[in-house]
């Protein structure tokens, strides 16, 4: 392995480069000022090499790329200095149509999000064979069949089903396997993946990793594999560019930048991940790590188990009994009725106080479970007891009344928050509905000290939701949940698609949330590492029933079902 490993490197090192980027400078105009995002950027991707490029969002990593394949915005775009070269070549000199000749034939790109880069009127076989008829000479008989052929190649389960399918019918795995496919059929010189596995399950995310590495050693095309996340990275480029505010900050194989990093920005996206191996009291940030604030101490066994010992000696809060879920659909007008049970049969208590983690892959019902608590969705079957108050069994009215108990905290904090409130209305809008406070005023006050408690400032108040990087968004959105004073919270997804560093800051934010107000979390997510971080017990779900209860750490240090190590396994562990 090792002379193997050495060969690829010399290889890579004595080959020209396919594509050379250098002292790239780069800016947006935005009235008479020029905002300078990419500083002197320099770097090469060489032949039949993964390259990674990580980094927190705004670091410049897709800005870079987009600059590559010429898709900034030429309006308002201000190149001071720097070339890129493809194969030798000039690719800022090169006009509109010479680029498109280039672009999904030559350099091809997976974006971030499938479902928005897929056309949703269009069948996915026909966008497909689209490409393949735009950039070669084949007939639409061979472009149907070079598609089917791509889609065995990118391991689709039912290629002639996916053909002729829709992207809404199929998941989000399959739609990334679409777009891979797309991206592959002119067998490119050079793939450029933008974060093609944020917010897919671990699993999901595994095999779309394994099939890039084995589609590269096939093909033998490069590719230049951007991310936030720095064990992800690791675990399947050549090389690694960490990039901060606009600049290369460390560059190395990917090996020295995970085993050794000289950088202390490298560090910090390193340490801010939630370890497999202990759990400290407090996740470290970027912000802290690069003001040399000392790591929190771990929490001990015993700590942590006095802690457990007192949560669980109450009354539980929260007490679900033989709950289901069961949606019905027809395969045609007589057809017969099928049946899919989203959740299946299940029991479980939560405990004040306490962080229930809910752990599965995408369809395994976890979202579906935690709308029967919130009664956002009515079971089929079963009960819901809050404070031995059966929620099934509650009027309307009366349910309004028990929102302002049971709140929850959104995955994507930007769709959830209106975009034509401001950030003062969005929070002050819920107290003024649930009657709390005198007078706007005293609203306005508790807005503003909200937003303190969640790490922003009080001239935010008056600002829009567009005004706001991801990670502020979900800060505002949790000052709007935490603002009717709950007593159980769902947070349906509310970290997955957001940087290490602000994941870091948002799960510290909870816990401290936690702790000052007494809330109760049922904690759903797909990632399994930061699901244990937060959470005092574990329920893993598949298929709409319980794998696997536990306590937290026993549970990943022991898992007793297939299914809960398979989700383990998937978390990226680096090199």
């Known amino acids: 392995l090792f002379f193997s490993l050495l060969f690829c490197t010399i290889y890579i090192v004595q080959n020209s480069p396919l594509l050379t980027v250098n002292n790239l400078t780069l800016g947006f105009r935005k009235q008479h000022e020029i905002n300078t995002v990419l500083h002197n950027i320099t770097f090469s991707v060489f032949p039949n090499e993964i390259l990674g490029i990580v980094g927190e969002s705004g670091s410049g990593k897709s800005v870079t790329n987009l600059a590559v394949l010429g898709l900034l915005p030429k309006r308002n775009t201000d190149i001071k200095s720097g070339e890129i070269l493809f194969e030798g070549k000039s690719l800022l000199t090169k006009n509109e149509k010479e680029l498109q000749k280039i672009r999904g034939n030559e350099i091809s790109m997976i974006f971030q999000e499938p479902m928005s880069s897929l056309n949703p009127s269009m069948r996915c076989g026909k966008q497909v064979t689209e490409v393949l008829l735009r950039h070669t000479n084949c007939t639409k008989q061979e472009a149907k069949e070079e598609t089917l052929r791509l889609f065995n190649q990118v391991k ?7 053909f002729k399918a829709y992207p809404h019918e199929i998941s989000g795995g399959q739609k990334q396997r679409v777009m891979i496919a797309m ?24 095999e779309i990793i394994l099939l890039l590495k084995d589609l590269q050693q096939q093909t033998g095309m490069s590719i230049l594999f951007i991310s936030h996340d720095l064990s992800l990275v690791s675990e399947i480029a050549n090389r690694v560019l960490v990039m901060y505010r606009g600049k290369i900050v460390e560059e190395g194989s990917a090996k020295a930048i995970f085993k050794t990093p000289k950088e202390d920005y490298t560090k910090a996206l390193i340490y801010a991940r939630p370890s497999t191996k202990e759990r400290l009291a407090k996740l470290p940030t970027v912000t802290d790590f690069l003001n040399g604030k000392a790591l929190s101490l771990p929490v001990s066994k015993e700590t942590r188990s006095q802690e457990h010992e007192r949560i669980y000696s109450k009354t539980p809060l929260l007490e679900i009994k033989n709950a289901s879920k069961e949606y019905y659909s027809k395969v045609s007008f007589f057809g017969k009725t099928e049946t899919l049970k989203a959740v299946n049969d299940v029991s479980f208590k939560i405990y004040e106080g306490e962080t229930l983690g809910l752990v599965g892959e995408s369809g395994c019902g976890k979202s579906t479970l935690g709308n029967l608590i919130l009664q956002l969705d009515n079971t089929t079957f079963g009960s819901i007891f809050y404070k031995g108050t059966d929620l099934t069994a509650l009027s309307s009215k009366a349910l309004r009344s028990l929102r302002k108990d049971i709140q929850i905290i959104f995955q994507d904090p930007y769709s959830s928050l209106n975009p034509r409130l401001t950030v003062g209305r969005s929070i002050t809008e819920a107290m003024q509905v649930h009657k709390l406070y005198k007078n706007s005023s005293e609203r306005k006050m508790e807005a503003i000290k909200l937003l303190e408690e969640v790490g922003l400032l009080p001239e935010h108040f008056n600002r829009y939701p567009h005004e706001f990087s991801g990670g502020q968004r979900q800060r505002i959105g949790i000052a709007r949940t935490i603002a009717v004073r709950p007593k159980f919270i769902v947070c ?17 934010l909870l816990n401290t949330l936690k702790t000052t107000y007494g809330f109760t979390y049922l904690f759903i997510s797909h990632d399994l590492a930061v699901v244990k971080y937060i959470s005092d017990r574990l329920l893993v779900m598949r298929n709409g029933i319980f794998e696997e209860t536990g306590e937290a750490d026993a549970v990943y240090e022991n898992p007793q079902r297939a299914y809960t190590k398979a989700l383990i396994d998937a978390i990226p562990k680096g090199i």
């Open 156 to 162: 689709l389960p039912r290629p002639e089903a996916t």
């Open 492 to 508: 349906d997804e509310s970290v997955s698609a957001l940087d290490i560093s602000v994941q870091a800051q948002v799960l510290n």
């Open 183 to 206: 991206a592959i059929a002119c067998k490119p010189k050079l793939l450029i993946a933008d974060e093609p596995t944020t917010a897919l399950d671990v699993t999901v995310q595994k």
